[in-house]
């Protein structure tokens, strides 16, 4: 059964970090681009980050370049998503999901989805 496992979430301050991780079992992913989306109560769900297989392309939309960074590790078969310096705005639950393409960050592109995790943003 192939399924994507989500982890990390929580309540923190703004200004604060969290890393969230992002756990494959029944396949393997060095075979696929690996994305996180996020989305917020009402909000149509978004990408936030997308890495290649290789792990030398990755993708950030402005809201959060400069402040996200994600990264691979395919011997654990993991993908993690470190978000620092987080805003009230960055409330969400948070996807990764598991596909081909990391050029637009589009739901499309991305076959396999974890059930997410939830990070708040608040004081």
Do not use: H
């Not at 399924?3 to 060095?30: I, K």
């Not at 297989?53 to 011997?75: E, L, Q």
């Amino acid at each position: 059964q192939l399924q994507l496992v989500e982890s990390g979430g929580g309540l923190v301050q703004p200004g604060g970090s969290l890393r969230l991780s992002c756990a494959a079992s029944g396949f393997t992913l060095d075979y696929y681009t690996i994305g996180w989306f996020r989305q917020a109560p009402g909000k149509e769900r978004e990408g936030v980050s997308c890495i290649g297989r290789s792990g030398s392309g990755t993708n950030y939309p402005d809201s959060v370049k400069g402040r996200f960074t994600i990264s691979r590790d395919n011997a654990k078969n993991t993908v993690y998503l470190q978000m620092n310096s987080l805003k009230p705005e960055d409330t969400a639950i948070y996807y990764c999901a598991a596909g081909s393409s990391c050029l637009r960050l589009r739901r499309g592109d991305y076959d396999y989805w974890g059930q997410g995790t939830q990070v708040t943003v608040s004081s």
